[in-house]
Every structure is written in structure tokens, then in C-alpha cells.
């Protein structure tokens, strides 16, 4: 990870509002891939399923 800050960024936070904002999109890669990453590879296929039903904005994954 680029960024080794535990805090999060309200300012980052709501620039990604805007799925739009590729810039937002790419820091916020950046910074918390690999941690989200590794807690989606932690839930069982019927927790994802079932707690999950959100979707990642066009085009990041």
C-alpha cells in the first residue's frame, strides 16, 4: 500500500461519493486494497451473499 496512515480521510471519503471522480477512485485503491481485500477473503460465500448487497461503482473492479 502506497499510504501507511490507520486514519481515514473524510475528505477522500467524500470525493468517492462521486463514483465518477477517477482520481478519488484510484487514491482510494491506493490506500485500502489490499486491507478490504483481505476482510472480503475472510467472509464465507453466504455471508457475502446475505450482509453484502452493495456494488463497486463502474469500473474499479
Known amino acids: 500500500m502506497g499510504v ?3 486514519k481515514t ?3 477522500l471519503l467524500l470525493q468517492v461519493r462521486d463514483g465518477d471522480n477517477a ?3 484510484a487514491q482510494f ?3 485500502y486494497r489490499e486491507m478490504l481485500l483481505r476482510f472480503c477473503r475472510s ?3 453466504a ?3 446475505t450482509r453484502w448487497p452493495w ?3 463502474r469500473g474499479i473492479l
Do not use: I
Open 47 to 49: 455471508v457475502w451473499e
Open 9 to 11: 480521510s473524510v475528505t
Open 4 to 6: 501507511s496512515s490507520t
Open 29 to 31: 485503491e491506493d490506500r
Open 43 to 45: 467472509l464465507t460465500p
Open 55 to 57: 456494488r463497486w461503482p
Open 23 to 25: 482520481a478519488a477512485w
